[in-house]
């Protein structure tokens, strides 16, 4: 079965910078393992870039969460050294979500990343709409969410729609 790793937003804005938290600095170790071990492996790896524009204060987005963070081309919006997996593949997605994980053609999924309660849970449970044969796990000790309770409440919320948490 192809297994693949799905790695959301471990962005410099979200780490350390604009929105960043101790505890997305804490998972930067483990996360880093993880990759390592899926690129020793040969598997898979998919990155996705959260990706506004200079407008985005302007954006529905940008009037409910009025910082800006992840801007194209900006330090922010990097993923975070040593992070990167040469050749893989990077999905710069406008919003939470990313609308076309059916054409990615996957079977077995892990994902991890930032943050649990707004983009981990939005992909993942976009993927278990979109590829119902395919297996999802969400690690929980490689994903951060805005505070410790909104990262266990998308947990909770994950394992009811039958994604597999570990």
Not at 33 to 41: A, F, M, N
Not at 43 to 60: G, K, M, Q, S
């Amino acid at each position: 079965m192809k297994k693949t790793l799905i790695v959301v937003d471990m962005q410099n804005d979200f780490i350390d910078m604009a929105l960043g938290t101790p505890e997305a600095v804490a998972i930067v170790p483990k996360v880093r393992e993880k990759i390592l071990s899926y690129r020793d492996r040969g598997d898979r790896i998919i990155y996705t870039r959260d990706t506004h524009e200079e407008n985005y204060l302007d954006t529905p987005e940008g009037r409910k969460l009025p910082v800006v963070h992840c801007i194209r081309d900006t330090k922010g919006w990097q993923i975070a050294d040593g992070l990167y997996a040469e050749g893989s593949k990077i999905i710069d997605k406008p919003n939470f979500g990313w609308p076309h994980w059916d054409q990615e053609a996957l079977e077995q999924v892990e994902i991890i990343g930032l943050c649990t309660d707004i983009c981990v849970v939005s992909n993942a449970l976009i993927i278990k709409a979109q590829c119902p044969a395919a297996a999802v796990t969400v690690d929980a000790s490689c994903c951060a969410g805005v505070t410790p309770a909104t990262h266990q409440a998308a947990l909770d919320t994950m394992k009811m729609c039958q994604i597999d948490v570990i």
